[in-house]
């Protein structure tokens, strides 16, 4: 003040006035409203100043790193109770036992990818295509061969297999050819007994021509008889009282399959059924 | 019906046998290698199926039903020979590789032989799945019947078995 007075004193005249003016209760929210602008600005989610405790972050860092160093020590104690209680365990606890594949997690994105990708291909042929196109190109080669025929006589081999008992005899050449030369037997007898009858000789020199040219006539008989269905000649057999089931047994059948004597012996049906199982009937229809 | 009537069932067996010959034997050769091992079997297979025929229901596919006797029959076979052979399944696989080889027109160069020998080294079942789906394109459904495995246990075992035939090819 001596100062002032002896500086200026006009200055030292004038009363001391703060003539600034502040809205009312300024000074008692000030504190608040400043730290409200400070949890904003960093992105807290405002709190009202009274919410938190005090001391709250001056202790936040300390807190946490203490929680760190908490859970760590509980794994810890885990490891150690699974040793306190069992060390054979505890020794193996690491280990794996389950094998993969070599290379298998490798694959696995591939595998997976290409999975999805054929998803939708619901045909094999659209499905290797995308898999694998190498693949899809040789598709269709075949590297075996069979031997020639091998299917067209398959069905045969398995039926014969399946039922031996019911062998369906077949009308094979050789039997063709016997009732060719029995329908030519009765055929030829009944013409010589005619022509000899007629002509009463028995020297083929004093036949007359005629004669002499229906028996050169007879030698195309097998030719004729050639043309003739099977099934008309057991007809005409049948018609000249000829055993067909005798002809076609004698023919046609291994002998080892046929009754043997003691069979007869035992069994006075025994023919009956051998003929019965050989299918004679099917044959003539 | 027709198959428990005798007076049809043979006519019906026939009709099956050479309707489906041709595809089972395949399916069986490619399984077994040899011409004379797939006749065996397939033989075997068809008696069976004359035998069953009778308590076939119908309501259930001939297709699908034909299939897994013809599969369960070439896996049996391969069981027998490794029984029979008394060796370890490695060398069982050795073994049919060895059948490959022998064959007269087999040739190590060429990718269709390349691929069979690939086939041999698959685990039985797999190469089961991948020969049905490969080689008879067979629906995963189809295939689930005759396997009596999940389709998509299916889907996965072709996919690794096509990965796998892969990386042998181009690594032989």
């Known amino acids: 003040m001596n100062e002032l007075q002896e500086l200026s004193p006009t200055l030292a005249a004038i009363e001391k006035v703060n003539v600034f003016t502040v809205p009312e209760g300024y000074f008692e929210y000030l504190e608040a409203d400043v730290l409200m602008r400070i949890e904003k600005e960093n992105g807290l989610t405002g709190h009202a100043e009274k919410d938190v405790p005090a001391g709250y972050f001056d202790g936040l860092a300390t807190s946490i790193l203490a929680k760190i160093k908490a859970k760590e020590s509980e794994e810890e104690n885990k490891v150690e109770e699974t040793g306190i209680l069992s060390p054979q365990l505890s020794a193996i606890q690491h280990t794996q036992t389950f094998e993969v594949p070599a290379g298998y997690f490798d694959t696995l994105a591939d595998s997976i990818l290409a999975r999805i990708k054929t998803a939708d291909a619901e045909d094999a042929a659209t499905e290797i295509r995308v898999l694998s196109p190498m693949l899809y190109s040789i598709q269709n080669e075949n590297v075996f061969r069979i031997p020639a025929g091998y299917f067209e006589g398959l069905s045969e081999t398995v039926l014969n297999k399946v039922k031996p008992a019911a062998k369906v005899v077949t009308m094979k050449s050789r039997t063709a050819t016997f009732f060719k030369y029995a329908v030519a037997a009765v055929f030829t007898g009944v013409m010589a007994l005619g022509v000899f009858k007629f002509t009463g000789n028995s020297t083929k020199n004093e036949l007359p021509d005629y004669v002499k040219i229906g028996m050169n006539d007879i030698k195309d008989v097998d030719q004729e008889l050639a043309k003739i269905s099977e099934a008309d000649i057991i007809k005409y057999l049948e018609a000249n009282d000829t055993d067909v089931k005798a002809a076609i047994v004698a023919n046609s059948v291994d002998k080892n399959e046929l009754p043997t004597e003691e069979d007869y012996l035992f069994d006075e049906k025994a023919l009956d059924k051998y003929l019965n199982s050989i299918n004679i009937d099917e044959l003539k229809n | ?172």
């Open chain 2, 1 to 172: 019906m027709q198959f428990r009537d005798p007076a049809t069932k043979e006519r019906s067996f026939t009709l099956i046998l050479k309707k489906y010959q041709e595809k089972l034997y395949w399916h069986i050769r490619r399984l077994v290698v040899s011409h004379e091992d797939a006749n065996d079997v397939l033989q075997n297979m068809f008696i069976k199926v004359w035998n069953a025929l009778e308590n076939f229901r119908e309501d259930s596919q001939l297709y699908t039903w034909l299939y897994r006797i013809a599969t369960n029959e070439s896996l049996t076979f391969l069981e027998k020979e490794k029984k029979r052979s008394s060796v370890s399944l490695s060398d069982v696989e050795s073994g049919l590789s060895n059948k490959l080889e022998s064959d007269k027109h087999f040739d190590a160069n060429k990718l269709e032989w390349k691929l069979q020998a690939a086939i041999q080294k698959l685990p039985e079942k797999q190469r089961v799945v991948f020969n049905l789906r490969y080689y008879e394109e067979m629906p995963y459904e189809k295939m689930s019947e005759v396997l009596e495995t999940s389709e998509g246990a299916l889907k996965a075992s072709y996919h690794h078995a096509v990965k796998k035939i892969e990386d042998f090819i181009l690594n032989s």
